[in-house]
C-alpha cells in the first residue's frame, strides 16, 4: 500500500466545494467520508481539519450551513454550495486543470 | 476585496455570539462523532473500539477546537477579552491588592494632574494672542522721584505717559507699543450701580495685541486723541456675556463709568484676558480718560511726575530682543534729559543718576509676571511634592507587582506544565498591570477634577487670581498615566519573565520554601522600600515646615483684635462724588452705623488693613537730626474716629481722633510706638511736629496727638514698619472708605443691616468686600494655608503608602520563613527574638530610608527657606518629628507580621509545608 498522501493546503477548499457540488447538501462528517471514498483511502484527511475550512469558506461566503436532520434520523449541520462558491468552484477547477496540465507537460519534457 | 470585508464581519460579529457558537461547534462535532461511531459499529467494530477509531480519525478535538476559534473570531481581539476578563477575575478576587494598588495610583495621578493644571495656567502659559513670543515688557530700574504706582519690580514697570508716547513714537523696532493699567470702576446706566474691572488702554491696544472684536470694533489709535476726549469703551466678552447677556444691543448705548457716560462700541474677542494673568478687565477704556476713571489721583494725564503705567511692546518680525534693547536705549536716554528739564528741580548728582537709567525689555509672551512673582515659588514647591508622591505611587506599585508575581510563581509554573504558551502567560499578567494602570488613571481624573476644583474654589476674592480656570491640563494626565504604565509594565514583566523561566520541576517539587532562598525579588522589594521611606521623609519634612509654618503664622500677634469686626468699602469717588461728597458721606454713614443696634463702636480708614495695598511717604519729624540721604519712609492710612478702640489696638498715649479733628481744624496725626522710638527716642512725642515729605523747606506741620501700640498692616508676615495715621477728614482726595464695624455678637447676620443703611445713604453705591475681618486676614494667608494643607495631606498619603509597602513585603518575608521559623521555635526559640527578627528587618528598612530622606530633606529645605515663617528651614524639633513619625509608621506596619511570625505553631508550620 502507497503511503497516504496529507492533503494539501488550499486543496482541500477545492475537493469540499467539489463534494458539495456533486452530493448537494452534506454534513461534515459525509463530506469527509466522501472526500476519503473518492481518493480511494489514499488521500489521509485529518477530519477535524475540515471544520475550520468548512468554516473559512462560509465566511467568504461560497457555502452555507444549515442545521437539519440526516437519513439516519440524527440532527447534523448541513453544508451546501451558493451560487458565488459554485463560480469559484468552476475558477478553482479550472485553474487547477492548468496547473496539472503545465506540470505535467513540464515533467514529460525532462523525462 | 469583498471577500476580505465580509470575512472581516463575520469575525467581528462572531466576537459576540462566542457562547452561542462555541455550543453550535460542540453540537456539529458531537454529531460527526456519532455518526463515525456508528459506521465504525456497523463495520464490526466494539463499543470500545468504534469510539477509540472515530477520535483518532478526527485528529485533536480540542485542537480543532482551538484552530476553529482562531479562525473564527479576531485572534488577537478574542485573546486580549479572553486575557482582561481573566485578568479581571484575578483583580477581583484579592480586592485588598487591587485596591490598594489603584487607590495608590488614583492618588498619584491626580495630585499631580489637579497641581500641574495650576501651574501651567499661573506660571507656564502664553497669552492667547498670535506671536506671544514677539512680546517684551518694558523696565526701567534707577532712582526716581515723584509719584510711583507699581505692582511689582518697584516701580521700574510703571512710566509716565509722556515718556510712554515719546517711546511710542520715536522707537522703530516695535509694530506696536502699548499701555495700559488696571483700575476699579462703578459701572451704571444699564440696571444697578456695580463695581467693576476697568483697564485703562492706549489707542492701540488691540492693534498691538492682535485681538479683535467679535462685535462692533476695538479702539484704534483714533480713540486717544486729548484728556477727557474719548468717551467710548470695549466690553470684554466675558463681562459682556456675565454682565449683558452677551445682547448685541447693548453696542452704541451709554454706559455710565464712574458716573461719565461712555458708549459701548465693541466687545472684544473671546477669551482675551489682557496682559496680565489672574486680572480680567471687564471694560476698556481709552487712557485718555484717566482723570474721570481715576479721580482720586489727582496727577493729570500728561504729568511728567506720575509714573503709572506698564507698558507693553511687539517686536518687528526680523527684530531680535536685544538688537530692540540695544536700538533704545539712545532714544530713551535723550527723552529721559528733556523729561528731567520740564520736570525741573534736579540736583546735579540725581540728574546724572536719573538720565543714565536703563531701559531693558524681558520676555512678555507670557505678559507681565505679577501674579507669577507671588506664586512661583509656592506652585514650584507643591509641583515638586506632587512629583515624589507620583514616585512614591510608582515605588508602591512597583512592590505590589513584584510580590505578587512572585506569589504566582507556583501557580505559573503549573500552567506552564499543563501546557500554556509563555507569551500567552506575560501577556496575561501584563494586561493585569495594565488593567491596574487603567483603573487608576481614570480614578485619578475623577481624583484630579475634583482636587482642582476644590483648589480654584478656595482662591479668595481679591488675591489677583481671577479667571483661573478648572479644566484639567490633559498633557500632564497622559504623562501621569504613561509613567504608572511603565512602571507596571516594567515591574509587572519583570516577575513575569523569571516566573515564566522557572525551572518547573524544582519549583513544583521544592514548594515554596526554596524560593525565600532566591533573594533577587526580595532585595528589589526592600530596595523599593527604602526608595519610598526615604521620600517620604523629605515630604514629611517639608509638610511639617509648612505646618509649623501656617500654625505660627495663624498665632502671631497682628496687634489687632480681629474678632467681631466686620469690614466693607466703598468708593464714593467712583461716583463721581467729590472729595466734600465723601468726606459727607464718610461723616453721615459714621452717624447712621454708630446707632444701628449691635454696633459697638464703628470706624473707618482710607486704606483697607491685611490687603496688598499701602500707601508711603517720607517724613521730616521735628528735631530729628538726618543723616545724608537717609530714606524716612513711613507708612500711612487716614483714619476716622475710634479706629484703635474699633480694631483693639492700643492707645498709649495722648488721644485718638475725634469728630473735632475736621477739614479746617489743626492737622494732627497719630503715630505708633516703632516710629516713635526710631524718630523721637527719648523725648516725649506727644505735642511734637512730623512734616511730610523730606527736603530743605519742608516745615514739620502736623501735631502728634497720641502714640498707639505697633500693629501689622499687610498681614502676618509683615514686619513692624514706623507708621502714621492722619483723620480722614484732612486727606484732600478722599476716594474709597473701608469700613470697620466692631459688633457685640457674631458679625456676619449685621451684613444685610449693613448693606441697607448704606444704601438708605446713597442708592447707587456698590458695596464691596463685605466680611468678616477674620476672613480677610485668613485670606491673606492663602498661599500659605494652601501649602500646609496640601503638603501635610500628601505627606500622611506617603506615610501610609510606605507602611502599606512595608507591611507588604515584611508578611511576605514572613509568610516565606514559616517553616524556618517554626523550626526555630521548635528548636526553642522564644516568642521575643522572633518578634525581634521581625521588627528588626522592618526597622533597618526604615531607619536606611528614613536616614537618606533626612539629608536630602536638610538640603533641599534650603530652597523652600523663604516661604517659611517663625521656622527655620533645619528646624531640630520637625526633623526630630519627622524621624519620630517614621519610626511611629514602621513599628505599627511591623507589628502585624511580627506577631503573626510569633504565633507561629511548629507542629502546623512543619506540617503545612
Known amino acids: ?111 | 476585496m469583498t471577500e476580505f470585508i465580509r470575512t472581516l464581519a463575520a469575525r467581528f460579529l462572531a466576537l459576540f455570539r462566542r457562547r452561542d457558537l462555541d455550543r453550535d461547534l460542540d453540537a456539529e462535532l458531537r454529531s460527526h462523532l456519532e455518526m463515525a461511531i456508528e459506521r465504525n459499529l456497523a463495520q464490526g467494530m466494539s463499543q470500545e473500539q468504534a469510539r477509540r477509531q472515530a477520535l483518532l480519525d478526527f485528529g485533536g478535538l480540542e485542537q480543532t477546537k482551538e484552530s476553529y476559534r482562531e479562525r473564527r473570531g479576531l485572534a488577537f481581539l478574542d485573546t486580549l477579552l479572553q486575557d482582561l476578563r481573566f485578568a479581571f477575575r484575578m483583580l477581583r478576587k484579592s480586592p485588598g491588592f487591587t485596591s490598594v494598588a489603584v487607590l495608590t495610583l488614583a492618588l498619584g495621578i491626580g495630585a499631580n494632574t489637579a497641581i500641574f493644571s495650576l501651574t501651567d495656567q499661573i506660571l507656564l502659559r502664553n497669552l492667547p494672542v498670535p506671536d506671544p513670543e514677539r512680546l517684551v515688557v518694558l523696565r526701567s530700574p534707577g532712582p526716581d522721584n515723584g509719584h510711583c504706582w507699581s505692582d511689582i519690580d518697584n516701580c521700574a514697570q510703571s512710566f509716565s505717559y509722556p515718556i510712554y508716547k515719546a517711546l511710542r513714537e520715536q522707537a522703530t523696532v516695535f509694530s506696536g507699543l502699548l499701555a495700559y493699567r488696571g483700575i476699579a470702576v462703578n459701572v451704571s446706566g444699564q440696571g444697578a450701580t456695580q463695581s467693576a474691572h476697568g483697564a485703562l488702554v492706549s489707542g492701540n491696544y488691540f492693534q498691538t495685541l492682535e485681538v479683535q472684536p467679535s462685535l462692533g470694533r476695538v479702539f484704534t489709535p483714533a480713540d486717544e486723541t486729548a484728556p477727557g476726549a474719548n468717551t467710548v469703551a470695549v466690553l470684554s466678552y466675558g463681562y459682556w456675556s456675565r454682565q449683558f447677556g452677551a445682547d448685541p444691543s447693548i453696542l452704541n448705548k451709554p454706559l455710565l463709568v464712574n458716573g461719565v457716560p461712555l458708549t459701548v462700541v465693541g466687545v472684544a474677542r473671546k477669551g482675551f484676558h489682557g496682559v496680565q494673568i489672574g486680572e480680567i478687565p471687564d471694560i476698556f477704556i481709552p487712557v485718555t480718560m484717566k482723570s474721570q476713571m481715576m479721580p482720586t489721583e489727582g496727577l493729570p494725564l500728561e504729568d511728567h511726575n506720575d509714573f503709572w503705567l506698564p507698558v507693553v511692546g511687539r517686536l518687528k518680525p526680523g527684530i531680535s530682543q536685544a538688537q530692540a534693547q540695544a536700538s533704545l536705549q539712545a532714544i530713551y536716554t535723550s527723552l529721559l534729559k528733556e523729561d528731567a528739564k520740564v520736570r525741573g528741580g534736579f540736583g546735579r548728582d540725581f540728574l546724572t543718576r536719573y538720565t543714565s537709567k536703563p531701559l531693558l525689555l524681558i520676555s512678555g509672551a507670557r505678559g507681565r509676571l505679577v501674579l507669577q512673582s507671588d506664586t512661583e515659588e509656592p506652585l514650584l514647591v507643591l509641583m515638586s511634592m506632587v512629583g515624589l508622591v507620583l514616585l512614591i505611587a510608582c515605588a508602591n506599585l512597583a512592590g505590589l507587582l513584584v510580590a505578587r508575581g512572585e506569589a504566582r510563581q507556583r501557580e505559573v509554573a503549573v500552567r506552564l506544565a499543563l501546557g500554556a504558551g509563555r507569551a500567552r502567560l506575560i501577556r496575561h499578567l501584563l494586561t493585569e498591570s495594565l488593567l491596574i494602570a487603567i483603573a487608576g488613571g481614570a480614578a485619578g481624573i475623577a481624583l484630579a477634577s475634583w482636587c482642582l476644583n476644590a483648589m480654584v474654589g478656595a482662591i479668595p476674592p481679591g488675591h489677583g487670581m481671577l479667571g483661573l480656570g478648572n479644566k484639567l491640563d490633559f498633557r500632564v494626565l497622559w504623562f501621569a498615566i504613561a509613567l504608572t504604565l511603565a512602571t507596571s509594565i516594567l515591574f509587572g514583566l519583570a516577575p513575569a519573565m523569571r516566573a515564566t523561566r522557572v525551572d518547573l520541576h524544582s519549583t513544583l517539587k521544592e514548594q515554596g520554601s526554596s524560593i525565600s532562598e532566591r533573594h533577587s525579588s526580595v532585595g528589589l522589594r526592600k530596595l523599593l522600600i527604602i526608595a519610598q521611606v526615604a521620600l517620604t521623609a523629605v515630604l514629611l519634612a517639608a509638610a511639617g515646615l509648612f505646618a509649623r509654618t501656617l500654625a505660627n503664622l495663624e498665632h502671631t500677634n497682628l496687634g489687632v483684635n480681629a474678632n467681631h469686626v466686620l469690614q466693607f468699602s466703598v468708593s464714593p469717588a467712583l461716583n463721581s462724588d467729590t472729595p466734600v461728597q465723601t468726606l459727607q458721606f464718610a461723616d453721615s454713614a459714621w452717624l447712621e452705623i454708630s446707632a444701628l443696634p449691635g454696633v459697638r463702636s464703628v470706624s473707618l480708614s482710607t486704606i483697607p488693613i491685611f490687603s496688598d495695598d499701602d500707601m508711603g511717604f517720607n517724613i521730616t519729624p521735628q528735631g530729628y537730626v538726618m543723616k545724608p540721604d537717609e530714606d524716612t519712609n513711613v507708612l500711612a492710612t487716614y483714619v476716622g474716629p475710634n479706629y484703635f478702640s474699633t480694631l483693639g489696638i492700643p492707645l498709649i498715649a495722648g488721644r485718638e481722633f475725634t469728630e473735632e479733628d475736621g477739614p479746617a481744624s489743626p492737622k494732627v496725626c497719630i503715630i505708633n510706638e516703632k516710629l516713635a522710638q526710631r524718630f523721637f527716642a527719648g523725648h516725649n512725642p506727644i505735642g511734637l511736629h512730623i512734616a511730610r515729605g523730606a527736603g530743605n523747606n519742608v516745615h514739620p506741620d502736623i501735631e502728634i496727638v497720641g502714640v498707639v501700640a505697633n500693629s501689622k498692616w499687610g498681614g502676618p508676615r509683615s514686619h513692624i514698619v514706623p507708621f502714621m495715621y492722619m483723620p480722614y477728614s484732612q486727606e484732600p482726595h478722599l476716594g474709597e472708605l473701608t469700613f470697620y464695624v466692631r459688633t457685640d455678637r457674631e458679625p456676619e447676620p449685621m451684613v444685610a443691616t449693613l448693606r441697607s443703611a448704606i444704601s438708605r445713604l446713597d442708592p447707587n453705591l456698590p458695596v464691596n468686600n463685605m466680611r468678616a475681618l477674620t476672613a480677610q486676614i485668613s485670606d491673606s494667608m492663602f498661599d500659605s494655608r494652601l501649602v500646609a494643607t496640601l503638603s501635610v495631606s500628601l505627606a500622611l498619603l506617603a506615610a501610609l503608602m510606605a507602611a502599606l509597602g512595608l507591611y507588604g513585603v515584611l508578611s511576605y518575608v514572613v509568610a516565606r520563613r514559616t517553616r524556618e521559623i517554626g523550626i526555630r521555635m521548635a528548636l526553642g526559640g522564644l516568642r521575643g527574638d522572633i518578634l525581634r527578627l521581625v521588627i528588626g528587618q522592618g526597622v533597618r528598612l526604615t531607619v536606611i530610608g528614613g536616614l537618606i530622606g533626612i539629608i536630602v530633606a536638610l538640603v533641599a529645605s534650603q530652597w523652600v527657606a523663604s516661604l517659611l515663617y517663625g521656622v527655620t528651614a533645619r528646624d531640630p524639633l520637625t526633623f526630630l518629628g519627622v524621624a519620630l513619625l517614621l519610626g511611629l509608621v514602621a513599628l505599627a506596619a511591623c507589628y502585624i507580621p511580627a506577631r503573626r511570625a510569633s504565633h507561629v505553631d511548629p507542629l502546623i508550620a512543619l506540617r503545612y509545608e
Open chain 1, 1 to 111: 500500500m502507497p503511503p497516504k498522501a496529507e492533503v494539501l493546503q488550499g486543496t482541500l477548499d477545492l475537493l469540499v466545494l467539489k463534494t458539495l457540488d456533486t452530493l448537494g447538501p452534506m454534513h461534515g462528517f459525509g463530506i469527509a467520508q466522501r472526500i476519503q471514498q473518492v481518493s480511494e483511502d489514499v488521500l489521509r484527511l485529518n477530519q477535524g481539519t475540515l471544520y475550520p475550512a468548512l468554516l473559512r469558506l462560509e465566511q467568504r461566503g461560497w457555502i452555507s450551513s444549515k442545521w437539519g436532520v440526516s437519513d439516519k434520523n440524527r440532527n447534523a449541520k448541513f453544508y451546501s454550495l451558493t451560487r458565488r462558491g459554485r463560480r469559484q468552484l468552476q475558477e478553482e477547477a479550472a485553474g487547477w486543470n492548468q496547473m496539472a496540465a503545465v506540470i505535467n507537460r513540464v515533467l514529460k519534457a525532462t523525462s
